[in-house]
């Protein structure tokens, strides 16, 4: 038996499933809006009621800053409840919305 296809096949399905892994950054916005803004400063988001005190970091800040915030980076973080939100806990599926809807911020300010 040859090897080639079999190859061929395994880089097929790693592409399919590295796609299917990819975000909606679109579909983040809901997160964004009901969890984040609390604390984090968000482009297109208002929230008079935000705790500075927080020291949250601004989403336009991490986005311009991939060398620090890589998208691993934000993967591992987001999989671990932070202060204050302690009792969130997001899917995987959620996750990887964020990490999209950050990049999408990151191809916005270039």
């Known amino acids: 038996m040859r090897a080639g296809p079999w190859i061929a096949v395994a880089g097929a399905l790693a ?34 009621d935000r705790s500075e005190a927080a020291g949250a970091p601004d989403f336009q800040a991490i986005a311009d800053n991939s060398a620090t915030y890589t998208a691993a980076r934000l993967r591992d973080f987001l ?24 990049a999408s911020l990151r191809a916005r300010s270039r």
């Open 15 to 48: 592409f399919c499933s590295s796609a299917q892994a990819a975000g909606d950054a679109d579909a983040a916005k809901g997160i964004v809006v009901e969890h984040c803004v609390a604390c984090h400063k968000a482009p297109d988001y208002q929230n008079p």
């Open 79 to 102: 999989r671990k409840p932070h202060y204050p939100m302690g009792g969130l806990i997001l899917s995987e599926r959620d996750i990887e919305n964020l990490v999209a809807y950050i």
